[in-house]
């Protein structure tokens, strides 16, 4: 984490930092769940996403027929922007990050992320790591409410 704080974090912009702090609770990125979480422009998000992948080694971009364009943070480094996001707000705070991120992975019809993110067996795989919101049952009732029977 030393490492990441001092040769990754600290290297990049702080408008670039703060969107991968911000979005950490996020199983991947892209510019649509980004723009929601972050309250960018979609715009602004495409380009920043583009600069993190360009320069940081440690995030790289996916193009799926099925899904598109995905960034995906190394897991190491998502552990220590999870633990960032932590420092940064209070628990009561997290609740409100946490729904955000399930609401927008929901409408982008990524249901089983969302669900995941609701109800974690655990977020963070390392042991410095720890953030355990519990689960989010009602929140997780109302997207499984929403979506389509097919999508999960």
Do not use: W
Not at 84 to 100: I, W
């Amino acid at each position: 984490f030393e490492y990441l704080e001092q040769d990754v974090l600290l290297q990049t912009p702080e408008h670039e930092r703060s969107m991968l702090i911000e979005t950490a609770l996020l199983p991947y990125l892209n510019p649509i769940l980004c723009a929601e979480i972050c309250r960018h422009t979609l715009g602004e998000c495409e380009k920043l996403l583009a600069n993190i992948a360009a320069n940081n080694g440690l995030v790289s971009a996916h193009t799926t027929p099925q899904h598109g364009m995905r960034y995906h943070v190394h897991p190491v480094l998502r552990a220590f922007l999870v633990r960032r996001l932590t420092e940064r707000y209070p628990l009561s705070a997290l609740y409100d990050v946490r729904s955000a991120a399930a609401q927008a992975l929901a409408a982008q019809a990524d249901v089983d992320a969302a669900l995941e993110l609701l109800l974690p067996l655990q977020i963070a795989s390392d042991e410095n790591v720890s953030l355990s919101l519990g689960d989010d049952v009602e929140t997780a009732a109302n997207i499984v409410q929403t979506a389509s029977h097919d999508a999960i």
